[in-house]
């Protein structure tokens, strides 16, 4: 968009712009690199954005709820969707592409500060910056 003259500029972003460079304490990491992966083996290397990894930790979510849900409801009833909202708002510390899931009956996000890392833009590229 902006070419060189971005250059330098620093800003705040998703985990997933730089997972290859995170640090291997990084809790995203793994999860980041297993989005990234399967999206730059369906559209190509270099391809990964952020957008496709929301839908991506939705997906992770659900994985992670059904199963929950199963054990006390059947799908397509009204009991299936009060059990899988339950287990959704029950979701804890689970890594998906953006960051670490904690979901709560008050908070939908679930996102804390591990969701967001500094990034520099050097010869048109993301670095990651340490804090």
Not at 7 to 31: C, F, M, R, T, Y
Not at 36 to 55: C, D, I, M, R, W
Request: aromatic residues 6%; neutral net charge; hydrophobic residues 40%.
């Amino acid at each position: 968009m902006c070419s060189k003259d971005c250059d330098g500029e620093l800003l705040p972003a998703g985990p997933i712009l730089v997972a290859d460079q995170l640090p291997e304490s990084n809790p995203v990491k793994k999860s980041s690199l297993a989005y990234k992966s399967a999206y730059e083996k369906a559209y190509g290397a270099g391809s990964v954005a952020t957008f496709g990894g929301h839908a991506w930790d939705a997906g992770q979510m659900l994985q992670a709820a059904i199963p929950v849900a199963l054990k006390t409801a059947q799908p397509g009833t009204e009991a299936f969707r009060v059990a899988l909202r339950g287990a959704l708002e029950s979701i804890k510390e689970l890594p998906v592409s953006h960051g670490i899931m904690n979901i709560t009956t008050a908070d939908h996000n679930g996102l804390d500060k591990r969701a967001r890392v500094i990034v520099q833009i050097v010869d048109g590229k993301w670095k990651l910056q340490n804090d």
